[in-house]
């Protein structure tokens, strides 16, 4: 038998092979959710981490040179003017306290934070339409982010309760004679106390005539699931005020979200750091006297994996990306996505493909904001991660989030749980100059109402203009820039009123507003 020796090179060579095969048979063990099926991860863990090329990269070269006059500057982060609208849902009566109460109503919330918010507002109409006291609202923990938050751990509960002492009777929680009635409870049969039959946008007629004679008769009621099973139409007026009053009055976020928050609203209102001053070619000292000095956009830059597969669309990762990402679809959906029958350019044309940082970021470039914005980023987990966000880093320098602006000790009390840091992204949000979001859902639909609720500027991207502009893979940057300018001036945060079927909550007027 011949041996082969290895010298003390030919080991050396061969260690690094030997460890890095060790490492790669160790890591499903080492890290098992990233091999999981249904794994955030699963199963384009190491293409994600590859930076695609810009998919718009004249566009790109442009932006990065172009500069933005003062005119159009002052223009650009200007207030929006009276629109002859005024919040006033607190200030309108509902019909006071007066009956004995019928009994307790509980509603279990799922879905993110801002799908609870609503559901916690329909919870005090639907107890306003009964005559009931209501349970402080339970939220289930969220499948997706494993968040447990209660209601008292995102929400300052007394605030809660005294903003609706006149309207309804609330309790923390239930008496002991009524104590069995838990969600482990209703996880272990049919319960008759349970309604999990309730149909979406229900009327309240409906509740009346199917919830109270369970209240009546058990003395509680629990509605199991409630998400949006409230009807916007046909309500009386002092329920749809109710509704407004408690979202935009009566929900207050804990002291240290709000405390922390704030904390990042003053980071971005102070001048930017000299380390990031030099990173931006156009910042020199009179930069205090901008019209947007002292100002800050937030970008909700909603494009994670489960968005980017659902949409199925392009990203320009390649052929890599495209078969990571469908193979992504199919384990969470089993291809039932509609989407997928449609090409690229058919779901552009349509305006159903979600903005990438580099599509928002020439959105943005385009309206007229220069890489002197202070802006803050909104998002919980960005697809592709840096890589993906390196376009938009370059047009915007001083681009922010939670962690760039707060200490390891300030974020202590919110890292780790989604709510919380939704929570904080919104508190930001509403004290910002202006908000953007790069494609519609309930964080979107959520602060549009509340920021039109108090007239400030949200700029709502027009995305059937915006996907066939960016199919015009030789549309120049002058053509580009305009018909942007053109597509987004009545976008800005226009008084918009609510048609038949359209959310109360995004659309506050004329329900909970009063004309000036």
Known sequence: MNYVRQTPTSRRMAWPLQMGGLLMLLLPSLFPSLFSPLSRSYPSVFSEWNAPRP????????????????AQEAELWSPLPNQGWEACADKQDT???????QGYIQVFLDGGLNQQRMGICDAVAVAKILNATLVIPYLEVNPVWQDSSSFADIFDVDHFISALS????????LPSDYSWSTREYYATGIRATRIKTAPVHASASWYLENVLPVMQSYGIAAIAPFSHRLAFDSQPSDIQHLRCKVNFHALVFVPHVRTLGDALVSHLRSPPSSDNASSATHFHKGENDRAGAGKYVVLHLRFDKDMAAHSACDFGGGKAEKLALAKYRQVLWQGRVLNSQFTDEEL?????????????????????FNNSTRLYLASHKVYGGEARISALRQLFPF?????????SHELSEVEGKASLLAAVDYYVSMQSDIFISASPGNMHNALLGHRAYKNLKTIRPNMTLLGKLFLNKTIEWSEFQQAV????????GQMRIRKEKQSIYTYPAPDCMCKA
């Open 166 to 173: 006149n309207d309804i009777s609330i309790v923390k929680e």
């Open 485 to 492: 300018q053109q597509g987004h001036k009545n976008r800005q």
């Open 95 to 101: 019909q006071s306290l007066g009956r004995k109460s």
């Open 399 to 407: 681009m922010e989030d939670k962690k760039s602006l707060a200490s």
């Open 55 to 70: 998919m718009h990269s004249h566009l790109l070269n442009r932006a990065l040179q172009q500069q933005t006059s003062k």
């Open 348 to 368: 552009r044309g349509q305006g159903r493909c979600p903005l990438t940082p580099e599509e928002i970021g020439l959105l943005l470039s385009a309206l007229g």
